[in-house]
């Protein structure tokens, strides 16, 4: 069992930079590939940024080159840097865990997944 717990949401104005962490329980992070999605409302969760085990990081095209996914094995953490916001990138952010990760860009593969934080970007 892995719980993952996303802090580092909040308001901020377009232009503007956030970073969100993931913080995982369990002895067993390094083994897990980790994503980022977020949904908004009245839209699905759509997938943000992934790393794999051996820290490989896949972007959606709409934050490539303004978000950066990190992870810590360490600290048993992910981190998504998020610079030069968007009002349309408000929505609530989704840490997931998947086994092995082999397809990190498909949220039905995850099997853990936090609560969610809230972005919100004003113009």
């Known amino acids: 069992q892995v719980q993952l717990v996303e802090s580092g949401g909040g308001s901020v104005q377009a232009g503007g930079s956030l970073r969100l962490s993931c913080a995982a329980s369990g002895s067993t992070f390094s083994t897990y590939g980790m994503g980022w999605f977020r949904q908004a409302p009245g839209k699905e969760r759509e997938f943000v940024a992934a790393?794999?085990?051996?820290?490989?990081?896949y972007y959606a095209d709409f934050v490539k080159g303004r978000f950066t996914i990190s992870r810590d094995n360490a600290k048993n953490t992910v981190y998504l840097q998020m610079n030069s916001l968007k009002p349309e990138d408000t929505a609530v952010y989704y840490c997931?865990?998947?086994?092995?990760?082999?397809?990190?860009?498909?949220?039905?593969?995850?099997?853990?997944w936090g609560q969610g934080t809230q972005v919100t970007v004003s113009s």
């Open positions: 997931g865990a998947q086994r092995g990760g082999s397809y990190l860009y498909s949220r039905s593969w995850y099997d853990y």
């Open positions: 790393i794999g085990r051996s820290g490989s990081t």
